[in-house]
């Protein structure tokens, strides 16, 4: 399921639609819907025997979901969860629904869960696995019932907090149930229902290095101490909130045409938004470091004497914590109330805990180590960063942490029971957010990593051009640039491939255009055998053979059966930035391919360098 982070990135990417069709009057009439067969319902593949989207009827029986619970995807109004929210023109629809679904293995181009056509735009929700559910209502009050969110309305969220607690006792009271479960776990187990909806495997781990607590945590340690339930709910809020007042001018930068095609150089950029995940360092407030220091020393000690338990006797251990990283919530208690000022009587929190007999419970925060005005933020804690290692455990998930898990034997989970493992090495490195974007191997986390994003490349003139369709050749985004182009198409055409050399390359790299027009044109007529009459681009397009070939490039295969499907790429180090001299002086040159298909010019034959003479100085 998509994380806070996630969720409020589609909020901030579709609003700014709406609002301008609004303003302009644009028609968002619905024309059609459309959606991926399912592949294991062979009456849903009978409607799509080209693989790709097709028109849902209003008798249409699809459903969507877990098998516990399925929805129809017909008709309205739309609540979709676990999908990624696209706008495309009507352009760049028209080649989405006309590209094949890739094979189970391929994940070239992300499913259609449901894509709502409008005369300008289409909606879409993306999903990778079509694993998606849709839920459509008559009235808005026969909808789920919708929560207020963090940032809404604080002082309201807290009282689903107090909700959550108190079924947390209530399940506590048998047995060591909340000593033998971690925190961690706990919130994640909710992700999907308040009050901590959305808070999943990285998102956890942010939040418990803001608030200051170890990864193992266990859920005791958390409910029944007043401050760190405080901190963790603020923890949250600074969360939010830097995602609604900073994440807009990211994803600006990786917009193409209204579409998310971020470079690699992009994506990097999310990793400082982290703290702790996926780093290989953190860096935090020199204060900070000294507690981490101490805590590291304390728990060696630990190891080497009697056993020692974390929730009695006298505090030994304190949190890690520093209270920068929940500022902006310090510093706007009214702001993150929701009102415009703070209520005169206390928030539910604290009602709960003062009900209680808590509030003077221990706080695990070192005595007499911040401001004497209460937990102000240190005003040299940004000139004074020391930069400190990351620790990896798994345990199903990743699980990273700025402290270590645990002190030996001294604890009641331990690494033993609880079945975990430290990840170090050359395991720990592959989990680095800036290897696995660099390495090309997977998707990293945050909100530029969508399932949706489209294939970017920038022409010579530094103009950025789209293809809609993830990881295509470039030169299928040149291709589609040129289509598009009413211009000779004279200059030269550069492609990007973020930061790399770049190398001299000729048309011939560029697959050429037929006289009939190109393949993204509805007029084109494939000069392939396995296609007779039209092209499966075409308007009136009917599939008359098993397998459906498009014009001739690298990046497709020849013996493909069934419909034309795109080839993963392949593992290796990314390409070189390449430069497409497509002018009319351009001499023709012979060019071999690499395995994921890109033009690879020879190396010249190696000349002995010719010695200049040297001049014979006069006297």
């Known amino acids: 399921m998509p994380e806070v982070r996630e969720c409020i990135a589609f909020h901030l990417a579709i609003t700014p639609f709406f609002e301008t069709a609004l303003e302009t009057g644009e028609d968002l009439t619905v024309l059609d819907l459309w959606a991926d067969a399912a592949d294991s319902i062979k009456k849903e593949t009978k409607l799509s025997q080209d693989r790709c989207p097709y028109r849902l009827q209003n008798d249409s029986t699809a ?8 929805e129809a995807l017909y008709p309205e109004p739309l609540l979709t969860r676990e999908a990624w929210r696209t706008i495309y023109t009507a352009e760049q629809w028209k080649i989405m629904v006309r590209t094949p679904k890739p094979s189970e293995n391929d994940h070239r181009r ?10 300008a735009h289409t909606i879409a929700f993306i999903s990778l696995d079509n694993l998606f559910e849709s839920l459509w209502r008559d009235r808005f009050e026969a909808l789920p019932r919708v929560y207020k969110n963090i940032y809404d309305g604080y002082s309201e969220w807290l009282e689903l907090v107090v909700e959550w607690l108190e079924e947390v006792e209530q399940k506590g009271k048998k047995g060591r149930a909340l000593w033998e479960k971690t925190a ?24 418990f290095h803001d608030a200051g607590f170890w990864p193992f945590m266990s859920l005791a340690e958390l409910v029944h101490c007043p401050s760190r339930m405080a901190r963790f709910c603020e923890a949250l809020w600074s969360y939010v909130h830097k995602s609604y007042s900073d994440l807009q001018n990211l994803l600006a930068g990786a917009k193409v045409d209204g579409l998310f095609a971020a470079s690699r150089s992009k994506r990097k950029e999310y ?9 290989q360092t953190c860096r935090m407030p020199a204060r900070m470091a000294v507690l981490a220091e101490e805590q590291i020393a304390r728990f060696t000690s630990f190891d080497d004497s009697e056993s020692w338990y974390r929730f009695e006797g006298p505090v030994r251990v304190y949190d890690v914590f520093d209270p920068l990283y929940i500022k902006s919530a310090l510093e706007h208690p009214g702001k993150a109330a929701g009102l415009p000022q703070r209520p005169a009587e206390m928030d539910p929190l604290t009602k709960y805990y003062a009900a209680k007999g808590m509030l003077d419970d221990p706080t695990y925060l070192k005595p007499g180590y911040y401001n004497t005005q209460g937990l102000v933020p240190w005003e040299n804690s940004h000139r004074e960063r020391k930069y400190r290692e990351t620790f990896l455990y798994y345990d199903g998930k990743q699980v ?7 002190a030996g034997e001294s604890s009641w989970i331990n690494s033993e029971e609880y079945g975990l493992h430290a990840q170090t090495g050359a395991e720990k490195e592959e989990a680095y957010f800036v290897n696995i974007i660099s390495e090309g191997r997977d998707v990293a986390v945050g909100p530029l990593e969508w399932c949706a ?19 295509v050749p470039y030169s299928d985004v040149v291709q589609l640039h040129r289509s598009k182009s009413s211009s000779s ?50 308007d009136n397009y009917a599939p008359r053979s098993e397998s459906v070939s498009r014009p001739a490039s690298p990046e497709y295969s020849d013996v493909a059966q069934g419909p034309s499907t795109l080839k993963l790429p392949d593992p290796s180090p990314p390409r070189k930035r390449t430069r497409l001299n497509v002018g009319a002086n351009s001499k023709p040159a012979q060019y071999s391919y690499t395995p994921r298909g890109y033009p690879r010019k020879p190396k010249p034959e190696w000349r002995k360098p010719r010695k200049a003479k040297s001049k014979k100085s006069s006297t």
């Open 489 to 538: 198409l004279a200059s030269s055409a550069a492609i990007e491939s973020d930061g790399e050399d770049v190398e001299d390359a000729s048309e011939a790299d560029v697959p050429a255009l037929t006289s009939e027009g190109d393949w993204l044109s509805d007029d084109y007529a494939s000069r392939s055998e396995s296609v007779s009459q039209g092209d499966w681009l075409s």
């Open 453 to 471: 994003t489209a294939t970017m490349a920038k022409t010579s003139h530094g103009e950025k051009i789209v293809h809609p369709h993830r990881d």
């Open 110 to 119: 992300a499913r259609v869960g449901l894509g709502i056509e409008m005369a």
């Open 271 to 279: 990793v400082e938004w982290l703290h702790v995940y996926a780093r």
């Open 400 to 406: 990273w942490s700025h402290v270590p898990a645990f």
């Open 184 to 207: 961690r776990s706990a919130i994640r187990d909710s992700e999907g229902q308040m009050p901590f909806c959305g808070v999943g495997v990285y998102t956890v781990c942010e939040l």
């Open 63 to 70: 459903m969507r979901g877990h098998a516990s619970g399925q």
